[in-house]
């Protein structure tokens, strides 16, 4: 099983970027999907996610510009990103819980970098 990030890239501050993630592999289903992003010297940070029925949760910094959303026909999320900000610059890494024959395991994409110029 795989996580396959796409979509990075460098965008002026005020504009948008979306972001994919695609389990590929054999596997049951796929749980929580999620997105983090990292800068250098810190923490990843959990930025939002989204459960299988559509519950999603936002970090402070980020709720009302950006937006988590998955198909689960393609076992596929997206992280639509609106009015970047220079402080939004980070890795950004999709995360997934993905169910096998006979466990749940947790799964990182490769990681995307996004840089907002201000």
């Known amino acids: 099983v795989q996580l396959v990030e796409s979509g990075g890239g460098l965008v002026e501050a005020g504009g948008s970027l979306t972001l994919s993630c695609a389990a590929t592999?054999?596997?049951?289903?796929?749980?929580?999907m999620a997105w983090y992003r990292q800068t250098p010297g810190k923490q990843r940070e959990s930025i939002a996610s989204?459960?299988?029925?559509?519950?999603?949760e936002y970090a402070a910094s980020v709720r009302g510009r950006f937006t988590i959303s998955r198909d689960d026909n393609k076992d596929m999320s997206y992280l639509q990103m609106n009015s970047l900000r220079p402080e939004d610059t980070a890795v950004y890494y999709c995360?997934?819980?993905?169910?096998?024959?006979?466990?749940?395991?947790?799964?990182w994409g490769q990681g995307a970098q996004v840089t907002v110029s201000s």
């Open positions: 995360f997934a819980r993905i169910i096998g024959d006979f466990e749940a395991s947790d799964y």
């Open positions: 592999g054999e596997f049951v289903s796929v749980e929580k």
């Open positions: 989204i459960m299988p029925y559509g519950t999603t």
